[in-house]
Each structure stands twice: as structure tokens, then as C-alpha cells.
């Protein structure tokens, strides 16, 4: 089965950038379709950034879409979340997702087997 491990949170200002790393093991991993999620303070976790098993497709939040890109190198097993002009509004752990399949559409956590424990991100005015 599939472990993921997030890195890269930290605490940003307000416009700057940030890129999270999501690294996979297993031998499978181009084959599962990646998500990032993430859970604000007193809010329910949410669908932020998808992306099929040979990159041909992306999905997005529409919280996110234009400001955030999630991408994937499969040879290095490692998903990333590029994000730009970061708003206190991002402020959540990001988690990463992992699932069997080829779509970019799955947007429910419980489209997901595999779960990292997630970085935290906090976006300071």
C-alpha cells in the first residue's frame, strides 16, 4: 500500500508563495490519482488541488483556481502543491491523498484510501 508524507508548510506572509511536497511510497504510485485537501480551525476539510496518474488532468477548488497548481514528477514519487499569493484564508493543515484511478474529479474524502498527517500553513496578514 501506499504511505504519504507532506512537507513544506511554515508561516508566510500574506501574497508571498509556498510549495508543498506530498513523497509516496510504493512501487503503484503513477497509478493513483494525488489530491491535496485541507482543514481550517473550526471548519470541515475541504478539496483544494487533483490530479490524474499521468498528469493529463487537474481539478480545482474554486477558493484556489488561478493561484494554486498541483503537479507531479512520478519518477521522483512526489506530488507538489504550488501556491501563490497566498491569502490568511489559506491558513489549514494541508494534507495529501492518494487513490486508485485515473480521474482528477474525485473531490469527496471518501474518494481516498490513503492519507498523510499533514503540514501546517499559516498566512499571516
Known amino acids: 500500500q501506499v504511505q504519504l508524507v507532506e512537507s513544506g508548510g511554515g508561516l508566510v506572509q500574506a501574497g508571498v508563495s509556498l510549495r508543498l511536497s506530498c513523497a509516496a511510497s510504493?512501487?503503484?504510485?503513477?497509478?493513483?490519482?494525488m489530491a491535496w485537501f485541507r482543514q481550517a480551525p473550526g471548519k470541515e476539510r475541504e478539496f483544494v488541488a487533483g490530479?490524474?496518474?499521468?498528469?493529463?488532468?487537474?481539478h480545482y477548488a474554486d477558493s484556489v483556481k488561478g493561484r494554486f497548481t498541483i503537479s507531479r514528477d512520478n519518477a521522483k514519487n512526489t506530488v507538489y502543491l504550488q501556491m501563490n499569493s497566498l491569502k490568511p484564508e489559506d491558513t489549514a493543515v494541508y494534507c495529501c491523498a492518494a487513490r486508485s484511478g485515473s480521474s482528477a474529479y474525485y473531490t469527496s474524502i471518501t474518494d481516498y484510501s490513503y492519507w498523510g498527517q499533514g503540514t501546517q500553513v499559516t498566512v499571516s496578514s
Open positions: 490530479i490524474s496518474w499521468r498528469a493529463s488532468s487537474t
Open positions: 510504493g512501487r503503484t504510485f503513477s497509478s493513483y490519482t
